[in-house]
C-alpha cells in the first residue's frame, strides 16, 4: 500500500490560484494512475480529475476543465493540481487518490477504482 501526503491547500479569493502537491511513498509510483477529488461540506464526495500512468492521459469533470491541470512528475513521486480562476464553490477538502491499474492509458474515474487515498487539503474560496 502507498501512502499519500497532500499539501497547498488554503485561503484564496474568488479569481486566484492554488497548487496542490500529492507526495506518494511507499510502492511505485508509476504503477498507479492518480486522481483527485473533493468533498464540500453537507455534499458527497466528487471527482475532480485523474492522470493516468502514461501522464499525458488526463480526465477532467466539467465542472473544472478548462481552470484546473493536473500534473505529475514521477522521478518525484509527486502529482499536482493546478487551480486557476477559483470560484467559491470549489471550496471543499482536496483527496489526492492512488489506483493500481495495469494499463498506461487507464484513467479511473470512480471513487471505488482506487486503493489509496490522502488526508485531504482544505481549499477555501471567498467571494
Known amino acids: 500500500q502507498v501512502q499519500l501526503v497532500e499539501s497547498g491547500g488554503g485561503l484564496v479569493q474568488a479569481g486566484g490560484s492554488l497548487r496542490l502537491s500529492c507526495t506518494v511513498s511507499?510502492?511505485?509510483?508509476?504503477?498507479?494512475?492518480m486522481g483527485w477529488f473533493r468533498q464540500a461540506p453537507g455534499k458527497e464526495r466528487e471527482f475532480v480529475v485523474t492522470?493516468?500512468?502514461?501522464?499525458?492521459?488526463?480526465y477532467y469533470a466539467a465542472s473544472v476543465k478548462g481552470r484546473f491541470t493536473i500534473s505529475r512528475d514521477n522521478a518525484k513521486n509527486t502529482v499536482y493540481l493546478q487551480m486557476n480562476s477559483l470560484k467559491p464553490e470549489d471550496t471543499a477538502v482536496y483527496y489526492c487518490?492512488?489506483?493500481?491499474?495495469?494499463?498506461?492509458?487507464?484513467?479511473?474515474?470512480?471513487?471505488?477504482?482506487?486503493?489509496?487515498w490522502g488526508q485531504g487539503t482544505q481549499v477555501t474560496v471567498s467571494s
Open positions: 511507499g510502492r511505485t509510483f508509476s504503477d498507479y494512475a
Open positions: 492522470v493516468a500512468r502514461s501522464r499525458s492521459n488526463m
Open positions: 487518490a492512488a489506483s493500481r491499474v495495469g494499463s498506461w492509458f487507464r484513467m479511473p474515474i470512480e471513487g471505488s477504482e482506487y486503493d489509496s
